[in-house]
Nanobody, 127 residues
């Protein structure tokens, strides 16, 4: 059974930092792109960041560029989302996801390019 389990969310003040983690089990995703999406209350789920299988290429939403980074550790089957300079607008449930693209150098941005999803972790940023 494939599982993606996120952790690291919480309540933080604006300007603070968090590191979200996503551990994959049930199969290896070391050859697949991984990504993070988020869904704020009353809004549709949106792309945040993604990373190609090798870690060499990454993609970010304009709203998080220069504040978020998405490293991965294939040996630990883990992808991270490092968040700096948090803003109240970053408040959302953050979802980890894995693509079925095999050895693609392109980090996907579309939700329909991902096949596996975690349950999400809540991030709440207070003003």
């Amino acid at each position: 059974q494939v599982q993606l389990v996120e952790s690291g969310g919480g309540l933080v003040q604006a300007g603070g930092s968090l590191r979200l983690s996503c551990v994959a089990s049930g199969r290896t995703f070391s050859n697949n792109a991984m990504g993070w999406f988020r869904q704020a209350p009353g809004k549709e789920r949106e792309f945040v960041a993604s990373i190609a299988w090798s870690g060499g290429n990454t993609a970010y939403a304009d709203s998080v560029q220069d504040r978020f980074t998405i490293p991965r550790d294939n040996a630990k089957s883990t992808v991270y989302l490092k968040i700096n300079s948090l803003k109240p607008d970053d408040t959302a449930v953050y979802y980890c996801t894995a693509s079925q693209l095999y050895h693609s150098a392109r980090p996907p941005r579309g939700q329909n390019e991902y096949a596996y999803w975690g349950q999400g972790t809540q991030v709440t940023v207070s003003a």
